[in-house]
């Protein structure tokens, strides 16, 4: 079965600080993984997908096949980037995700 | 297009009446998916439609719940008999549904239910 993890329910880290949102996955395939993000009072939306290797937003996230992780970084955090983030692991056959219980940032001015 | 849209936003009901929810996916993408959200935990995945053909329903799915997409492009969920159990937000999102993974899906603003 697969499963993700995303141990800080709470985040808050000052302006212009670096932040890391843990991802920890479970999958017996080879993983596609994903970042969401949902702005207040707005809709869940793609961040950042491990594939592309881009960078939105200033955000990055590797994967790490041997940790089995999926952290997402910020070197310098901005207000904007309060929001509630979901780490996402795709089924590679079907599309369906499995989502974590997800992460609030806050960053504070 | 101005992305997927659900209906209605919200829905009260009570106890033991059926509801039904309507979600307007992206023009031309193939599939559809429906999750459901409860207070501080991820979406969790319902079912998916590829076109109009419903090819996976989640354990979470019990009997009380049908969904469809007839003619692959709007999908509905009903929920029968409500249970306040069955409160949660109820999220939409559609793919393009290419093979190869990697698919993005873009959700709509879901419906939030409450059951009395």
């Known amino acids: 079965a697969q499963r993700v993890t995303q141990p800080e329910k709470l985040l808050s880290v000052f302006k212009g600080a670096p932040v890391e949102l843990k991802c920890n996955y479970s999958y017996s395939g080879s993983p596609e993984l994903f970042w969401y993000v949902q702005y207040s009072r707005q809709r869940l939306q793609l961040l950042l997908r491990h594939i592309s290797r881009e960078s939105i937003k200033g955000f990055t996230a590797d994967l790490n096949k041997g940790e089995t992780s999926f952290h997402l970084k910020k070197p310098f955090a901005q207000e904007e980037d309060s929001a509630m983030y979901y780490c996402a692991l795709q089924d590679t056959n079907a599309g369906k995700s499995t989502f974590g219980d997800g992460t609030t940032l806050t960053v504070k001015p | 297009d101005t992305g997927v849209s659900q209906n209605p936003r919200h829905k009260i009901t009570k106890r033991g009446q059926n509801v039904t929810f309507r979600c307007d996916p992206i023009s031309e993408h193939n599939r559809l998916y429906w999750y459901r959200q409860t207070l501080g935990q991820g979406p969790e995945f319902l079912t998916y439609?590829?076109?109009?053909?419903?090819?996976?329903k989640s354990r979470l799915l019990s009997d009380r719940f049908s969904a469809e997409r007839p003619k692959g492009s709007f999908s509905t969920l009903e929920i029968q008999r409500t249970e306040q159990g069955d409160s949660a937000m109820y999220l939409c999102?559609?793919?393009?549904?290419?093979?190869?993974?990697?698919?993005?899906?873009?959700f709509g603003p879901g419906t939030r239910l409450l059951v009395l």
């Open positions: 439609f590829q076109n109009e053909a419903q090819l996976e």
């Open positions: 999102a559609s793919s393009r549904g290419l093979s190869g993974g990697q698919e993005t899906q873009y």
